[in-house]
């Protein structure tokens, strides 16, 4: 394009200033805890109101790449993301990247239309726990166990005690109280668009996105750009809206210091690596 041409176009957006899409990126493990690596509703509320907040917004594009975690995050996350939708009447876009599984997918359907590439992990609609127990280990190595608890019910589930049927059973009981809130909600979010017997879909499968698009789970295939230059026009801006950082938390890579930070690291890189390798990723 010749000088003249780029200031005609620029003169012509002065005039016409073109439309807004903020794209909120949701990435990693939805975790409470893990405030620098993964996400909460702590670490992520005020990047979500400065996406609402932009001039001349006409949408609000989520990109989720999370392989889930905390379903109680996940509820606080979506739940602010559709009251903000809802005040501002704008509406919310949603883009699986490699996956949207179990709270990735849970955080998706804040969104009133959903996309994803034609490899993508969609799904995983269920409830997980998982753990370890140790009371072998700790019968070989001599090592007495030491646990006073006012209630006969605070040790549920403790690694170091031999598991008991009650206890597996109670955890059995919340599980499925989770599971039918995720259900409940996908059937609100995804009504009239989900194309097989519901319970065919709520047993924790996962699928690419193009099986995805044909159980009704997404709306199309389609990436941030492409999808969003077709429904607001070829000059519209997406204006990423990142996550701030603290000083502190940009120089050290997540926060903190000592001994205590390498360990956590170590062990926050352990468990988010076992969510992603669920998906072979």
Do not use: C
């Not at 000088?3 to 794209?23: E, F, Y």
């Amino acid at each position: 394009m010749s000088w003249s041409g780029r200031l005609a176009k620029r003169l012509r957006q002065w005039r016409s200033p073109p439309p807004t899409v903020a794209v909120l990126r949701l990435s990693g493990p939805i975790m409470a805890t893990r405030p620098f690596r993964g996400m909460s509703l702590e670490s992520m509320a005020e990047t979500i109101e400065r996406a609402f907040e932009l001039p001349r917004l006409k949408a609000v594009a989520l990109v989720v790449n999370s392989p889930g975690g905390s379903a109680v995050q996940a509820a606080l996350i979506h739940k602010r993301i559709r009251d903000l939708a809802q005040e501002k009447k704008v509406p919310v876009f949603a883009f699986a990247e490699d996956v949207a599984a179990s709270g990735g997918y849970w955080l998706m359907t804040a969104a009133d239309e959903l996309y994803a590439n034609e490899a993508s992990i969609v799904g995983s609609i269920g409830v997980i726990y998982a753990g370890f127990g140790f009371p072998e280990l700790m019968r070989w190595v001599g090592v007495e166990r030491r646990l006073y608890t006012s209630g006969v019910k605070k040790s549920m589930l403790d690694p170091y005690r031999p598991e008991r049927r009650e206890d597996v059973e109670r955890l059995q009981q919340i599980q499925v109280e989770i599971h039918e809130r995720f259900k409940d909600l996908v059937s609100e979010r995804r009504a009239g668009k989900l194309v097989q017997p519901h319970e065919a879909l709520f047993d924790g499968s996962v699928w690419t996105g193009s099986e995805a698009v044909a159980l009704g789970l997404i709306d199309g295939i389609g990436d941030v750009r492409g999808v969003m230059r077709a429904r607001f026009g070829e000059d519209v801006r997406l204006r990423p809206v990142a996550r701030e950082r603290s000083w502190l938390s940009r120089r050290l890579g997540i926060g903190g210091s000592g001994d205590q930070l390498w360990l956590s690291q170590a062990v926050d890189a352990l468990e988010e690596r076992a969510l992603w390798a669920r998906f072979g990723l």
